[in-house]
């Protein structure tokens, strides 16, 4: 099955700095990947995702990047501000054929400091 | 819409004693998983269900047992719960036809066990 690798697994910076979480996957055929931010105590919740024939995404102070050759992906946050502060998650998906799942890494806790 | 609901946000239960997490989603997705967060930890899958009618073990499954009741509601089975198990359940859906679907995520259970 698939296996997502995530790194660092903490992350500290200074705001206006930028931050970047890597994450490499194991299964060729993962066609879809989003990341997910997950504040204290609450759900998970979609921030972006990229498709396997997209090689970068943008969505104001967010990106993410991928490079299907190497298979891994990474989430750039620009301009980095305190309520950036959680835990940030990625994941891949094979689709259909392995039920639609998602497979998640092991998370980045991130900490934005005034 | 409501999304995806959970029931109930909080539970403790005694080692030995039994119990179901309820899910429900409104989004007439195909595809419901369950998902267990340890403090400080990832996500990991405990069962999910491709479509209606099917059910499948994911990473964790032992100690736990599913319900897939119709296309809306999909039930987590506690039978002889145990420390091990305290944890918070995270229940999710995705639309299944496509490659591309967010997942979306409940509120979560926060179940304690003595």
């Known amino acids: 099955g698939e296996n997502v690798e995530q790194h660092p697994s903490t992350l500290s910076v200074q705001e206006g700095d930028s931050a970047v979480i890597k994450c490499t996957y194991s299964?060729?055929?993962?066609?879809?990947f989003p990341w997910y931010k997950q504040e204290l105590g609450k759900r998970p919740q979609l921030i972006i995702d990229?498709?396997?024939?997209?090689g970068e995404k943008k969505d104001q102070r967010i990106a993410v990047t991928l490079n299907k050759t190497a298979k891994h992906f990474s989430l750039h946050i620009t301009e980095t501000q305190p309520e950036d502060s959680a835990v940030y998650f990625c994941?891949?998906?094979?689709?259909?054929?392995?039920?639609?799942?998602?497979?998640f890494g092991g998370g980045t806790r991130v900490l934005v400091k005034p | 819409n409501a999304g995806v609901t959970q029931t109930p946000k909080f539970q403790v239960l005694k080692t030995g004693q039994s119990m179901t997490l309820q899910c429900a989603q409104d989004?007439?997705?195909?595809?419901m998983y369950w998902y267990r967060q340890d403090p400080g930890m990832g996500l990991r899958l405990i069962y999910y269900?491709?479509?209606?009618?099917?059910?499948d073990k994911g990473e964790v499954p032992n100690g736990y047992n599913v319900s897939r009741l119709n296309k809306r509601e999909f039930s987590l089975r506690l039978e002889s719960a145990a420390p091990s198990q305290t944890s918070v359940y995270f229940c999710?859906?995705?639309?299944?036809?496509?490659?591309?679907?967010?997942?979306?995520f409940g509120p979560g259970t926060r179940l304690t066990v003595l």
């Open positions: 299964d060729s055929a993962s066609n879809y």
């Open positions: 999710a859906s995705r639309e299944l036809a496509g490659a591309y679907n967010e997942q979306f």
């Open positions: 989004m007439n997705h195909n595809s």
């Open positions: 269900s491709a479509s209606e009618g099917t059910t």
């Open positions: 990229i498709r396997s024939n997209v």
């Open positions: 994941a891949a998906s094979p689709g259909w054929a392995a039920g639609n799942k998602l497979t």
